[in-house]
């Protein structure tokens, strides 16, 4: 859990953080996470989230950070988790005691105790039905901007719908991780926002409704249990109580909606129409602002947190800098700066030589495996060192370019 303060210069004035594993041990988490021993279910304890909040804020608290300073504030979640709440937590959150920490009042509060996350990939047999009740992938790609995947939250909650139907009772309201966050600092339910809602393959991103066909495909009473949704730059309302008698927060303090860890890269990037942004990591991702998007079966689109008529689209490629290293490692002795030199040695082009290099399943497009083309189009089993180099780097920006035509990206002149 990461804070920022900045002034109105948008200077930074102060920065902290939570290590879930080696701040809060007691949890016993790995990365943050429980890996299930079914290997595909990932879940983290929604406490020690409620508990790492408390400890950033008693951090800010002891160094004298100024919290009657504080005008507005707002936050971003990682996507596809969600929070079950149970049955009366809305009256324990509104009237929660400044005396106690966040966490020790909100213990009973919760349904559901490990919330699954974006790792989860133990719902295929409900991204199966979720596609057939809507007649097929492509038809929930056009309402909700991805065919379905196993870890957006409306398969999530078809899975513990079925599997436990009497926890999905007793939960009066579900929030994403970004809602559940900003529920917090409300002091009521904060509602889902747009941005964040167009990654659970329920909300129609068009009229920006929750769609009734998936609604009714995952669960009944769902609707209720969601809220409505509202645009990612909404304001909610003011802080809670709680935080002025606390922290000394202004009660005048604005609390602006969350949105997803995604969504507030484009914002935070500051992304016009036309701009494209990449993130080189272990999985590379692409995402640009798009006026008009064509939702396929690769990728997604998102409503645009910035301007709610426009839309985001989001490409995911697993063989990023696994990849990259792996080539750096074979062809360049495990240095940045060989790899850099072969690849400026070669021209632009590659002399019509061309790879494709996944290691792993990719997610875009489906494949796996090193495949190798000369000039002619032959496959050919390998190439000198500084064209493989290039081979892989003018692949890799190809296929992201490619894939994001196919969305509706539209290279400017």
């Avoid at 007649?135 to 939250?153: M, N, P, V």
């Avoid at 966050?181 to 659970?200: C, E, K, N, R, V």
């Avoid at 969504?263 to 272990?282: K, N, V």
Wanted: glycine residues 8%; neutral net charge; contains cysteine.
């Amino acid at each position: 859990l990461k804070v920022i303060a900045i002034d109105e210069q948008l200077r930074v004035i102060y920065e902290d953080n939570v290590h879930f594993d080696k701040d809060l041990p007691e949890f016993k988490t790995q990365g943050g996470v429980y890996i299930h021993s079914d290997r595909l279910t990932v879940t983290s304890p929604v406490l020690m989230w409620v508990k790492a909040l408390d400890m950033i804020l008693e951090k800010m608290k002891s160094s004298g950070f100024n919290f009657s300073q504080v005008r507005a504030l707002s936050g971003a979640g990682q996507q596809h988790g969600s929070v079950y709440w149970k049955k009366g937590s809305i009256q324990i959150l509104k009237n929660v005691s400044s005396e106690l920490p966040l966490h020790q009042s909100l213990k009973g509060c919760f349904a559901v105790s490990n919330s699954p996350i974006w790792m989860d990939s133990s719902t295929a047999s409900q991204c199966s039905a979720l596609e057939k009740a809507v007649g097929g992938a492509q038809h929930l790609a056009r309402i909700t901007g991805s065919r379905a995947y196993e870890r957006f939250t409306g398969n999530q909650i078809a899975k513990i719908y079925s599997q436990n139907p009497e926890v999905y009772k007793q939960t009066e309201r579900i929030s994403l991780v970004s809602s559940f966050a900003a529920s917090l600092f409300l002091g009521t339910y904060a509602p889902i926002d747009y941005s964040d809602g167009s990654g659970m393959n329920l909300l129609q991103i068009w009229e920006k409704v929750w769609s009734k066909s998936c609604l009714d495909a995952c669960a009944p009473g769902l609707e209720e249990r969601l809220g409505c949704p509202v645009p990612s730059h909404s304001v909610l309302g003011t802080i809670s109580p709680y935080y002025s008698q606390r922290y000394g927060f202004s009660p005048d303090c604005k609390v602006v909606a969350f949105t997803g860890d995604n969504p507030a890269s484009l914002a935070g990037m500051r992304l016009q129409e036309g701009d494209i942004a990449i993130s080189l990591g272990t999985s590379d991702t692409l995402f640009l602002w798009i006026q008009e998007p064509t939702p396929a079966l690769e990728g997604h689109i998102l409503c645009n947190p910035v301007d709610s008529q426009t839309y985001m689209a989001l490409l995911c490629f697993k063989n990023g800098s696994l990849m990259r290293e792996r080539i750096r490692n074979d062809c360049a002795s495990g240095s940045w700066d060989e790899f850099s030199e072969a690849l400026s040695s070669t021209v632009a082009g590659n002399n019509g030589n061309l790879g494709f290099y996944f290691d792993v399943m990719e997610i875009t497009p489906e494949a796996v495996g090193i495949h190798r083309f000369n000039r002619d189009n032959q496959k050919v089993s390998g190439f000198p060192k500084e064209v493989e180099i290039r081979a892989l780097i003018e692949g890799q920006f190809m296929a992201k370019r490619i894939h994001a035509e196919k969305l509706g990206y539209k290279v400017c002149k």
